[in-house]
């Protein structure tokens, strides 16, 4: 198999997340180098570099000059929210296929900028969203396609953490989460996208009529923590919503980094024959982005997504059927014996190599991109309605966002400008 050379743009949590994922592809014969990366704090970038094996000529504080380099197949964006369209746009128009980090961006109008890149540039972009990357996804995408639930005109998308702001209550997280010029959002932004993209994409990608919602911020501070982590403007860390979308289609949504609640319900979608409930929908990577004999970097467990399938049959008799989706389990490991082809539908970064190889098209891969893009504009729509203070149509989300990507990042070795499109309305 052929070596796919690679460039990392950002030496945070989240790349050593992508490096644990190349590794492990590696024992499976995938032939992925890592060549070079950049960060703008250099002694991150030097601690990484030792750890991987990089040589210093390859560590770079500012990535335009990396992007000079003519051995780099594909670069992976790991940088900040309010940074992916700046650098990844930046990326694809240096000539370089272009695999980000979720979210797509922290509007919809960059969102839409970066997804029209692709065409602009004529180069490939991937966004990653673990959550429809497993037999769960799949699963159920399949029960719809085949009639199981009859007329779906219902779901719910839920997150819940009982206290985890990262770069907050979770220290060992960048402190740009809860920035609001570089994290700019909280959950509905950061974890939201796993819940909605997962219902959207199985849902065959409805059409947005409107939306309801509202945030707020006023979980439990400390004025000492604020300090600490120079958060004195925090994001907000509850978003609720209820959306409406062609055909009567219904959706309501919760999403929090912290309550003082242990539960708060499941994410499901309802039809007239019968619903699914989604327990543990991947948000960490799946079993690829586990070290060998340790843990998930960042902290948490390895999730093992599960469904539970409620229905009626024809006699009028209720029944509900438990199951196991997980990667690794027997559910997993079977359809994989039965259909090795699978696998590239079980982890982003490998689907994302089997597309750049050719492997997979753009008609066989799953289509990161837009559904990202759709999952920024269902989000945005819930932050006007907040701004508002009452519902907004789809129409308007498209006339009322606006870039906010950061075009001038101030770094210790300078100024570094991005130019990229401006949003036009469609």
Not at 364 to 383: C, H, K, N, W
Request: net charge negative; charged share 25%.
């Amino acid at each position: 198999m052929k070596e796919l050379r690679i460039a990392i743009i950002g030496c945070g949590m989240i790349s050593h997340r992508h490096m644990t994922v190349i590794e492990n592809l590696n024992k499976r014969g995938q032939n992925l180098k890592v060549v070079a990366a950049a960060e703008i704090d250099k002694d991150k970038l030097m601690a990484w570099g030792k750890q991987y094996g990089l040589d210093e000529k390859d560590l770079y504080v500012d990535f335009r000059e990396m992007l000079k380099r003519d051995d780099i197949d594909e670069v992976e964006v790991c940088v900040h929210n309010n940074l992916h369209t700046s650098v990844a746009t930046a990326v694809m128009a240096a000539g370089f296929p272009c695999y980000s980090e979720k979210p797509m961006a922290a509007s919809y109008a960059d969102a839409k900028i970066l997804y029209d890149a692709q065409k602009k540039y004529g180069q490939k972009l991937a966004v990653q969203i673990s959550s429809i990357y497993n037999p769960q996804t799949r699963i159920a995408k399949e029960l719809i396609a085949d009639g199981k639930l009859g007329k779906v005109y219902h779901a719910r998308s839920v997150g819940h953490r009982r206290q985890g702001r990262p770069g907050y209550d979770m220290p060992f997280f960048s402190h740009d989460f809860v920035d609001p010029e570089i994290g700019v959002h909280g959950p509905l932004f950061d974890l939201g996208i796993y819940h909605l993209a997962q219902l959207l994409y199985i849902m065959g990608m409805p059409e947005l009529e409107s939306v309801y919602g509202t945030t707020s911020c006023d979980y439990w501070r400390d004025k000492r923590i604020d300090d600490a982590v120079n958060c004195h403007t925090p994001v907000e860390d509850l978003s609720v919503a209820i959306a409406r979308f062609k055909g009567g289609l219904s959706m309501d949504i919760y999403e929090d980094w912290a309550m003082h609640m242990d539960e708060v319900g499941s994410t499901f979608i309802a039809g007239s024959l019968g619903g699914l409930k989604f327990t543990d929908v991947d948000q960490t990577g799946g079993p690829m982005a586990v070290p060998e004999g340790g843990s998930i970097v960042g902290g948490g467990a390895l999730q093992k997504p599960r469904l539970q399938y409620f229905g009626v049959d024809e006699k009028g008799r209720l029944f509900d059927t438990k199951l196991e989706c997980a990667i690794g389990d027997v559910t997993g490991q079977q359809e994989l014996a039965l259909h090795p082809e699978m696998e590239m539908y079980n982890d982003n970064q490998l689907q994302w190599y089997s597309y750049l190889r050719g492997i997979l098209t753009d008609e066989t891969r799953i289509d990161s991109p837009y559904i990202a893009m759709q999952t920024a504009f269902l989000s945005e729509g819930v932050m006007l309605s907040t701004e508002l203070g009452r519902s907004v149509t789809a129409d308007e989300i498209r006339k009322m966002s606006k870039s906010i990507a950061i075009r001038k990042q101030q770094t210790p070795f300078g100024v570094i400008e991005y130019d990229f499109d401006d949003y036009k309305p469609e």
